[in-house]
Every structure is written in C-alpha cells, then in structure tokens.
C-alpha cells in the first residue's frame, strides 16, 4: 500500500481536470481510497505504518494543487479531536507517548529502548567503533538493532561522520528522484516522483527521529538498510517505477 496509494492518488489527479481539484466531488473519492488502507493497517494494529501510508497520499493531494485552506481546516480538526483520538490508543501505545516525554519514567520497561538507543549512539562517537564491533548492539542491550533501529547499530559503529555519509545518500537519492519528476513531461510521473521521494523522506526522518528519541516509537524501516522482505520489495518496486519514469521522461501519458 506504500506504493500503491502513491501510484493511485498520481493517476487519479493525471486523469482529472485542473480546475476540479478544489471540488468537493473529487476530493472525497481520494480521501475514502486513503481511509480504507489506512484503517485496515490500523487493526493490526499498526499505528506507525498507517501514519506513513496517509502521509504518503496527502502530499500527493497536495502537490497535485489542492487549496491550503483544506489543510488548514484538517489540521486545525486534528488538533481539536486529538484528546479524543489518544484516549481510545491500545495501553502500549499510550505508554510509547508517555515514555516519549519521559523516558526515565520505566526505564527498565518501555523507556528500555530508546534509552538504550541514545547510549548506542552516544557511544559511537565521531568515528565510531568499527565494524561488527558495536557493544551496545552485539551484546544484546539493543533490541530490534536489525529493523527499526539499525541506524543506531550503525551510528555506533560508524559514528558522527558515516551516519552523515549515510544522511547524505539519502539526500541524493531523494534529489535524484525530484529531478526525474522534473524533466518529465507526463503529469502522473511528476506527481508519482514527487510523492514517492516525499515518502522516502518521511520513513527517513521518522525512522531517524525514533531512535534519536524526538518521535515516539512506530513500528517504521529504514529504507534500504532495515532487514525485513516486504520493505525492501517495495521501495525496490518505487525505485523500478521511477527509472521507468526517467527513461519515458519525454512521453505523455494518456489520461484514459
């Protein structure tokens, strides 16, 4: 669905005309396609990846042009029925927002982690350990060092200077997408470009933020790095839809 809602949203605008964007009619079909995935996800439950997914298809709505009033109007909603929404989370949800503000308040419990992560990546300071020679992971006091928080495996044996490095392929690899969107002349591979490079983006900084304990913790890979099948295969199968994208670059794609 990462994927899937990226390519629906970027033909769904392709096909419509630029001046029904800011209809009524056509924005409610975009909203209830993003609802649907968004709330199977949910009763996974995961929380964290249905963030991301309904991240991923409101910067295509907003990309494709629609009037910032909308967003305005969402947010402002958001902020009024976040009381509401927070007391119906599962226990452990709302114990990763509380450890978020404290994490010394379980440290031996939900605090465990995120702790653990800061000393990791505290301790691998500017050069880092060396490779496979990370204390904090190998010893077995981080957890989940091999998905959510491989950034913290590898800012300890890395340090300051890789985890810049790594930062900086990221930054490429998300300019070389945008830049592809750029020079193509079909509007649906400018918008599926720039939704996907919005997307990687988002996993990367959420992903970052968690470990270095500024977000919550949500279930969210790291893109490429984080071990695990199914993440892999579909920024694989994003990153096949963009080269296809570049090498059709001056080709017009039929709205029908």
């Given at each position: 669905m990462k994927i899937a809602v990226i390519i629906c949203f970027a033909r769904y605008y392709h096909r419509i005309q630029s001046s029904d964007i800011q209809s009524y009619k056509f924005l409610?079909?975009?909203?209830i396609l993003l609802i649907i995935p968004c709330y199977l996800v949910i009763q996974q439950p995961d929380l964290g990846t249905s963030i991301l997914i309904a991240g991923s298809g409101i910067a295509?709505?907003?990309?494709?042009g629609l009037?910032?009033?909308?967003?305005?109007?969402?947010?402002l909603l958001l902020l009024v029925s976040l009381p509401f929404a927070i007391s119906i989370l599962k226990p452990y949800q709302k114990s990763r927002i509380l450890t978020f503000f404290n994490p010394d308040r379980d440290p031996l419990g939900a605090g465990y982690q995120i702790i653990q992560s800061k000393i990791a990546?505290?301790?691998?300071?500017?050069?880092?350990?060396?490779?496979?020679?990370?204390?904090?992971s190998y010893l077995e006091f981080l957890p989940e060092k091999h998905t959510d928080f491989i950034f913290t495996l590898f800012s300890e044996e890395f340090g300051f200077l890789g985890s810049i490095i790594l930062l900086l392929l990221y930054i490429l690899l998300i300019y070389r997408i945008i830049n592809v969107g750029l020079v193509s002349r079909s509007f649906f591979a400018k918008l599926y470009c720039f939704g996907f490079a919005t997307a990687?983006?988002?996993?990367?900084?959420?992903n970052i933020a968690m470990v270095l304990g500024m977000l919550p913790i949500v279930g969210a890979p790291l893109p490429i790095m984080s071990y695990g099948g199914s993440s892999l295969l579909?920024?694989?199968?994003?990153?096949?839809?963009?080269?296809?994208?570049?090498?059709?670059?001056?080709?017009?794609?039929?709205?029908?």
């Amino acid at each position: 669905m990462k994927i899937a809602v990226i390519i629906c949203f970027a033909r769904y605008y392709h096909r419509i005309q630029s001046s029904d964007i800011q209809s009524y009619k056509f924005l409610i079909q975009p909203i209830i396609l993003l609802i649907i995935p968004c709330y199977l996800v949910i009763q996974q439950p995961d929380l964290g990846t249905s963030i991301l997914i309904a991240g991923s298809g409101i910067a295509i709505i907003w990309l494709a042009g629609l009037n910032i009033k909308y967003f305005v109007y969402s947010g402002l909603l958001l902020l009024v029925s976040l009381p509401f929404a927070i007391s119906i989370l599962k226990p452990y949800q709302k114990s990763r927002i509380l450890t978020f503000f404290n994490p010394d308040r379980d440290p031996l419990g939900a605090g465990y982690q995120i702790i653990q992560s800061k000393i990791a990546i505290g301790s691998g300071g500017f050069f880092g350990k060396g490779y496979l020679k990370g204390t904090q992971s190998y010893l077995e006091f981080l957890p989940e060092k091999h998905t959510d928080f491989i950034f913290t495996l590898f800012s300890e044996e890395f340090g300051f200077l890789g985890s810049i490095i790594l930062l900086l392929l990221y930054i490429l690899l998300i300019y070389r997408i945008i830049n592809v969107g750029l020079v193509s002349r079909s509007f649906f591979a400018k918008l599926y470009c720039f939704g996907f490079a919005t997307a990687i983006f988002l996993y990367v900084f959420v992903n970052i933020a968690m470990v270095l304990g500024m977000l919550p913790i949500v279930g969210a890979p790291l893109p490429i790095m984080s071990y695990g099948g199914s993440s892999l295969l579909s920024i694989m199968l994003g990153l096949s839809i963009v080269m296809s994208c570049k090498i059709y670059n001056q080709e017009q794609i039929s709205a029908y």
